[in-house]
């Protein structure tokens, strides 16, 4: 299995995407395999139109490049990736595995993937600690977890395939996006049709939950609220006052309470300096969090560094 696909021409008004599925030692076979058949089943669909071409390029990567095994001794031979090709792709699939739970508590790694955020950014899979532990894609889907406990192979399939499906959806419309899942999965229709719904029939509700998922699932980056109604598509205005009557609280508070989770978190799990820690969710420096921390916590981050940590070794 090769990571070089068709070069694309773009059909007329339809831009050329650049798919990217990053795999971790032990990942999925089953889901990388099957995100790759989409797009190519896509682009065979895009080719017989009139004047049409292929659409997508799809790239194996991995954080080394080379060879790397998948959970059934499979070597598949991958491009090297980084930050700085990051923007250049419209879209990254994790394929999930042992390697992938791994490297979610790489701080070293996870570091060096935090980067500038861009609105062109909105539609590209983040690669944060909770991507790589979910290991989906950013557009509000529940995938198995990393280490493939939780889910069935049937159950792995599905999502993959939906997630793929919601890109084509995008650009190539409702209908091929069927015709692709029909083929890929006979009988399936009815399953994926309100998964596959067009926007207009999407509810507020669903809408408004994807938008507070990707905030948890982005809380290490720099992101606003406008960027999270611009997920949702709706505007700021609106959003701020959907948000609120289906979550209970803002989005800004809501945004407040997942980076305030991984702070805790790290502060326990880990002796980063308190100013990285802040940095690396989304908060200005140190003095900031503490501000906050204290407001929130009543103790400073230190503090309650001490503390848990003092409350485990007794426990």
Same mark, same amino acid.
């Given at each position: 299995?090769?990571? &070089? ?12 995407? /650049? ?55 499979? &070597? ?21 595995? /042992?390697?992938?739970? &791994? ?49 069935? &192979? ?162």
């Amino acid at each position: 299995m090769s990571g &070089h696909g068709i070069e694309p021409s773009p059909l007329a008004g339809i831009p050329a995407r /650049k798919i990217g599925i990053v795999l971790f030692e032990g990942f999925s076979l089953l889901r990388a395999g099957v995100i790759a058949e989409v797009f190519n089943r896509a682009n065979a669909i895009a080719a017989r139109r009139p004047a049409g071409h292929a659409v997508y390029t799809i790239r194996m990567l991995s954080f080394a490049g080379g060879s790397v095994p998948c959970s059934s001794a499979v &070597h598949i031979w991958t491009e090297r990736f980084d930050a700085s090709q990051y923007q250049s792709f419209d879209a990254l699939f994790i394929g999930g595995g /042992k390697g992938a739970q &791994h490297a979610s508590l790489d701080e070293r790694l996870l570091g060096r993937m935090r980067f500038g955020y861009s609105d062109s950014m909105l539609r590209t899979t983040s690669i944060t600690r909770a991507s790589l532990l979910n290991s989906g894609l950013t557009t509000g889907f529940d995938a198995m977890s990393a280490n493939g406990q939780g889910a069935s &192979h049937d159950e792995d399939w599905f999502a993959s395939l939906v997630n793929a499906l919601m890109l084509v959806k995008c650009d190539l419309g409702l209908d091929t996006a069927r015709e692709i899942g029909e083929q890929m999965m006979p009988g399936a229709t009815p399953r994926l049709a309100p998964l596959l719904a067009d926007a207009g029939a999407t509810s507020v509700r669903d809408k408004v939950r994807a938008s507070a998922r990707w905030l948890k699932d982005n809380c290490e980056r720099p992101i606003s609220v406008a960027d999270a109604a611009q997920v949702a598509a709706m505007s700021e205005r609106n959003y701020l006052r959907r948000f609120k009557d289906e979550i209970g609280v803002t989005p800004s508070e809501y945004l407040l309470r997942a980076r305030l989770d991984t702070v805790c978190r790290l502060l326990i799990e880990t002796d980063l300096p308190v100013d990285k820690i802040a940095r690396r969710n989304g908060m200005a420096n140190g003095d900031r969090l503490a501000k906050i921390f204290r407001k929130r916590m009543l103790v400073s981050p230190t503090e309650y560094r001490v503390q848990n940590r003092r409350a485990q070794v007794a426990y």
